[in-house]
């Protein structure tokens, strides 16, 4: 699986932005997709995870109602909808995927990663 993120930006804080997975290979339907960030200087830290059919998710307090993860398998397409975003959201975010069946918030388990795109919130 290989993946692209888009739709990075430069945004106030208060305000909103939908970021996009693109997945090529015909067996996306069939991972776990999370999303993950990371700022300068710190670890990578882990934003959103949804299952295979979308119908379950999982978020850390720190997104938890701001954040919605969503995947559409038939177009090979994860996204992450942000909301209220805060000048601590801004990081590179990195869209991941997992063949495991449960959902991790563990970078380690994901087999596959995107390039990632800028998210850059201001004060």
């Known amino acids: 699986v290989q993946l692209q993120a888009s739709g990075g930006g430069l945004v106030q804080a208060g305000g909103s932005l939908r970021l996009s997975c693109a997945a090529s290979?015909?067996?996306?339907?069939?991972?776990?997709m999370g999303w993950f960030r990371q700022a300068p200087g710190k670890e990578r830290e882990f934003v959103a995870v949804?299952?295979?059919?979308?119908?379950?998710?999982y978020y850390p307090d720190s997104v938890k109602g701001r954040f919605t993860i969503s995947r559409d398998n038939a177009k090979n397409t994860m996204y992450l909808q942000m909301n209220s975003l805060k000048f601590e959201d801004t990081a590179v975010y990195y869209c991941?995927?997992?063949?495991?069946?449960?959902?991790?918030?563990?970078?380690?388990?994901?087999?596959?990663w995107g390039q990632g795109t800028l998210v850059t919130v201001s004060s």
């Open positions: 991941a995927a997992s063949q495991r069946i449960a959902l991790d918030a563990r970078p380690a388990e994901y087999e596959y």
């Open positions: 290979g015909r067996t996306f339907s069939r991972h776990v």
């Open positions: 949804i299952s295979w059919s979308g119908g379950s998710t």
